[in-house]
């Protein structure tokens, strides 16, 4: 089994920037890509940002696009996401994910999500 765990999140204000990892471990996978999604309370999840895990070609939502920074070290198996320039409006759960597929480019399917980790941006 495979295993994501995020880390990072807290309390910020808005302006402020965040650096969420996402630590891959378990069984070995053949990792296409991976993401960042979102869930704020009362919203369906969002996706965030994605990465080739060869190549290293990102993808980005427009909401994001500019002010966050999606890369990973694959030595390390962490996928990053760095949140700069944060809005309340970013608040939410964030979730890292994994294919071992390919399913197009972003990534339509991913096999392995991580429990989340908590953002809040206050005003």
């Known amino acids: 089994q495979v295993q994501l765990l995020e880390s990072g999140g807290g309390l910020v204000q808005a302006g402020d920037s965040l650096k969420l990892s996402c630590a891959a471990s378990g069984r070995t996978f053949s990792c296409i890509s991976m993401g960042w999604f979102r869930q704020a309370p009362g919203k369906e999840r969002e996706f965030v940002a994605a990465?080739?895990?060869?190549?290293?070609?990102?993808y980005y939502s427009d909401s994001v696009k500019g002010r966050f920074a999606i890369s990973r070290d694959n030595a390390k198996n962490t996928l990053f996401l760095q949140m700069n320039s944060l809005k309340p409006e970013d608040t939410a759960l964030y979730y890292c994910?994994?294919?071992?597929?390919?399913?197009?480019?972003?990534?339509?399917?991913?096999?392995?999500w991580g429990q989340g980790t908590q953002v809040t941006v206050s005003s």
């Open positions: 994910a994994a294919s071992r597929t390919y399913t197009g480019w972003p990534p339509m399917k991913y096999d392995y």
């Open positions: 990465i080739r895990c060869i190549g290293g070609n990102t």
